[in-house]
């Protein structure tokens, strides 16, 4: 099946600090989508990417859509404890049909 | 009340028990779909359902089965559960149009002993 390689595993940052995390893929995707999983629930929508070079942001989030079509960056600015979590990008196939990335758990300490 | 809602939210089953997973959406959506969440392997998908009519098999459906008794509902069953399907499982929706994401349940910590 396709595969998304998503990296890094996992950060331990100071807050304050930005945060850059990326998934590429063999496959094509139409649609991009980065979820936020915090502990004891299920992943949540962040941002969702619909065309190639798309530059999205929502908040202190920024992520694009990468021009190749294989590939999605998400940054988080000034990162804050909340920010906590695991996150993960997820591409969305011609069938509908989505795949996920192995997740990056993002530490911060304050 | 949640949109997705997931029953139990634990679960200890013994090897070889049946257990079965609840999923129920207020959200009205046709698709539904059951993940499974081990570290580093983000989510994988088991099973996903189009409408009460529609079942369809993902990644890694061995082991499981599903049934789709109404729109809203949608459980997912271990038969004889063994060890290695220790894990956290989501229920996830979605709409029809394709700028919807998808909405995950809270999800069901399951361990097998």
């Known amino acids: 099946g396709q595969q998304l390689n998503q990296s890094p595993q996992s950060m331990f940052i100071q807050e304050g600090e930005d945060v850059s995390m990326n998934c590429t893929s063999s496959s094509i995707f139409n649609t991009w989508l980065w979820y936020k999983q915090d502990p004891g629930e299920g992943p949540v929508l962040l941002i969702a990417?619909?065309?190639?070079?798309e530059l999205t942001s929502n908040g202190r989030l920024t992520a694009q859509f990468g021009t190749t079509r294989k590939d999605s960056f998400l940054n988080i600015s000034a990162s804050i404890p909340s920010d906590v979590g695991i996150y993960f990008c997820?591409?969305?196939?011609?069938?509908?049909?989505?795949?996920f990335g192995g997740g990056t758990r993002l530490m911060v300490k304050p | 009340d949640a949109d997705v809602t997931q029953t139990p939210r634990n679960r200890i089953t013994k090897t070889g028990k049946r257990i079965m997973l609840e999923c129920s959406q207020t959200?009205?959506?046709?698709?539904m779909y059951w993940y499974r969440q081990d570290p580093g392997l983000g989510l994988r998908l088991i099973y996903y359902?189009?409408?009460?009519?529609?079942?369809n098999k993902g990644e890694i459906s061995d082991g499981y089965s599903v049934s789709r008794q109404a729109q809203a509902k949608f459980s997912l069953s271990l038969e004889s559960a063994i060890p290695n399907q220790t894990a956290l499982y989501f229920c996830a929706v979605r709409g029809n149009d394709a700028y919807y994401g998808y909405t995950f349940g809270s999800g069901t910590r399951l361990t097998v002993v």
């Open positions: 359902s189009f409408d009460v009519k529609d079942i």
């Open positions: 997820a591409g969305l196939n011609a069938g509908n049909m989505l795949t």
């Open positions: 990417l619909y065309k190639a070079g």
């Open positions: 959200k009205g959506h046709d698709r």
